[in-house]
């Protein structure tokens, strides 16, 4: 209470009115600084979207010849999938599934009645809701792989607009600014993501005003705003009109970032961003060049570029858009580091080289694994498909099919989590499917023109997380089924034990119910055990932080040893001496750091004939295992103080 103290004496110092008129100022300064900087991050993906959606739309409805009636159709479509996917389906409903502020599919699979979400056999296998939840998560890498390329290529593609002899320019200028892209971030997005939100507001502001200018130049196209456009386009064209869905889908990508990124922000200032901002700047945008090809068929080529005369004009706003397709494209590189690690920490990803790239943010990581996977795939892709337009094919599949995913998890969350009735719960599925199968079928059509690329990329990653979850759950079942108890260990240590050294010995074991069989084997073989010994176990419960008085559990086992168990959330670093030194002092254990060893256990998979586990995953899982990061470098231990010992184990 003393510390409040101070607080209160200078309040009294104020007037009511300006204490309060401060209050309200800082909080309008936070919010819109929030906002200010979620339309850096947020917003990048879906804000970029104006820069070939139309342009796609009209190439499917049959390109210079397309009718004025689809043009309108095609329109309302566009601006009621905004309404209806990200406003009413994300802002309002998704996104009050958080999981202590955070986001995304992972999070969502966390607040789930346990029962969905782990197997009660323990076989080793995952439930339906974890294998939506690892679907989804899949399909975003596709997300991640193709955005960044037909972002930056459809912005390099305005300089064909501005000047024909500058074509050939398009591709080698897209390579090199996918590269440079890759190549900084190592240096991470701390030194400029303070420029993120300034220019992303120039964006939609040069959006909206490009948008007006048109519309005031043929303002009749505001009645495609109409929802029975939309409702005709379908009735004049039948089932076939239902494909034009499949470029429809590409004005709402990035949606399912609006959600995933939650954390970062928080509710409100994205809502408001959206509500005031975004979402007007991308209908005016639209409509706008809408009008522009109304009045000038010819512009159905490019419809966003031929919005600017040829010019100057023309090079700044591919300047702008250049700037803008990288912050978006930064957005979905940042999503796919951060995602790798949740799932790594989940179990459902091999461990890989985390870097923290700035000491005040810990969500700034980078992964350079996945940094490079991400180049060679964007840079393939815009080498294999060189326009955004036959790249916009292999867009949208991996969008759509995550957003029914997160439809049927919501839907989980919302009967058994919250308890809605089945009537509430199951008409909001109904709405949200109404959108989402549609979506999704119309794009699946798409499959051989490039959708195969999002498919395919997910599908290997499915496999790999599926079999590295079963794999490691099988070894701690071979782990288990070798000494299940220390009660159970100790005679055999005792017949090899000799002598106790003084000092203390850590043994990471991957379990906190058994004895990691790495110290057995070290007794059997060294004859002798330190006076000290901790068994250290890191749990990953399905939280994003854990609370610090439930970091670590200390649980004395007698004659010296100690059973440690520490969490982590799936958001923070583990880092272990810390924590380590933290519960020694607790717990009374003197704990030298010069005369404390680390003992780590590398195993090494032997394939045999009666082993359970099928042999392509087996040397899958095998090759994952021997190149994950080891123990020593993922927790942060002192190298100097490592002792690895080896085990061959079949599974």
């Known amino acids: 209470m003393a510390s409040q103290a101070p607080i209160e004496v200078a309040t009294e110092t104020l007037t009511p009115a300006t204490g309060n008129d401060k209050i309200h100022s800082d909080h309008r300064a936070s919010l819109a600084a929030l906002c200010l900087g979620a339309l850096g991050v947020v917003f990048g993906d879906i804000g970029t979207s104006p820069l070939y959606t139309l342009k796609e739309c009209l190439h499917a409805a049959g390109g210079a010849e397309f009718q004025v009636a689809d043009l309108f159709g095609i329109l309302s479509l566009m601006f009621w999938s905004l309404v209806m996917v990200v406003t009413v389906k994300y802002l309002c409903f998704v996104m009050r599934a958080d999981h202590h502020g ?15 979400r782990m197997n009660a056999k323990r076989t080793g296998k995952v439930t339906g809701m974890a294998l939506l939840a690892v679907i989804g998560a899949s399909l975003l890498y596709g997300d991640g792989v193709i955005t960044p390329a037909i972002s930056v290529l459809s912005a390099m593609e305005g300089l064909a607009v501005a000047s024909p002899r500058l074509a050939p320019l398009v591709l080698p200028l897209t390579c090199g600014i996918l590269v440079a892209l890759f190549a900084i971030q190592r240096r991470g997005t701390g030194s400029i993501g303070k420029l993120f939100g300034p220019v992303m507001m120039v964006w939609f502001v040069t959006l909206a005003a490009l948008g007006v200018y048109h519309i005031i130049q043929e303002p009749r196209i505001l009645s495609a705003l109409s929802p029975h456009h939309g409702v005709n386009f379908f009735l004049d064209h039948g089932i076939h009109g239902m494909l034009i869905l499949g470029s429809v889908v590409l004005a709402v990508t990035g949606g399912e970032a609006l959600y995933a990124d939650m954390g970062h922000f928080g509710v409100r200032p994205i809502r408001l961003a959206w509500t005031f901002f975004v979402l007007p700047a991308l ?47 930064q957005a979905l590189i940042s999503g796919a580091f951060s995602l790798t690690r949740q799932a790594m920490l989940l179990g459902y990803l091999p461990r890989v080289t985390i870097k923290h790239t700035a000491y005040h943010t810990e969500g700034q990581i980078y992964i350079p694994e996945v940094n490079t996977m991400l180049a060679i795939g964007c840079l393939a892709l815009v080498l294999t498909f060189r326009e955004s337009v036959q790249l916009a094919a292999a867009y949208g599949i991996a969008v759509t099919g995550t957003m029914a995913i997160t439809s049927i998890l919501f839907y989980i969350v919302s009967r058994h989590t919250w308890g809605w009735s089945r009537w509430k719960a199951g008409g909001l599925l109904v709405l949200f499917m ?69 000092g203390t010995a850590v043994f990471i074991s991957p379990s906190a119910d058994h004895v990691p069989p790495i110290l057995v084997h070290h007794v059997e073989r060294s004859r002798s055990l330190h006076e000290t010994v901790i068994l250290l176990t890191v749990e990953r419960p ?22 440690l168990v520490v969490a982590f959330g799936y958001m923070e670093e583990p880092l272990l001496l810390p924590v380590l030194e933290q519960a020694a002092r607790a717990s009374g254990i003197a704990l030298d750091s010069a005369e404390t060893t680390y003992y780590v256990g590398h195993e090494t998979i032997v394939a045999r004939d009666e082993a359970t586990f099928n042999r392509i995953p087996e040397a899958i899982f095998s090759y994952l295992n021997r190149n994950a990061v080891h123990d020593e470098r993922r927790y942060g231990m002192p190298m100097d103080h490592i002792v690895e010992i080896g085990a061959q184990i079949s599974i």
């Open 434 to 502: 109404s959108f989402d199968v549609p979506f999704l079928l119309a794009n699946l059509f798409k499959f051989f023109d490039g959708g195969y690329v999002p498919m395919l990329i997910g599908a290997t990653l499915i496999a790999g997380m599926l079999i590295w979850s079963h794999g490691r759950t099988s070894l701690l079942e071979k782990y288990a089924s070798r000494f299940s108890s220390l009660d159970k260990a100790r005679p055999i240590m005792d017949r090899w034990l000799a002598t106790r050294v003084p």
């Open 102 to 116: 955070e986001g995304g599919i992972f999070a969502l699979l966390a607040i789930v009645p346990e029962r969905f």
């Open 283 to 329: 209908a005016l945008c639209y409509l706008g060049q809408g009008a522009l090809v109304l009045r000038e068929p010819q512009a159905v080529a490019h419809p966003f570029f031929a919005m600017v005369s040829a010019g100057p004009a023309t090079y700044f706003l591919v300047l702008l858009s250049s700037a803008a397709t990288v912050i978006a494209s």
């Open 542 to 563: 399905p939280l994003p932080v854990v609370a610090e008085d439930a970091r670590w559990r200390m649980h004395p086992l007698g004659d010296g040893f100690h059973r």
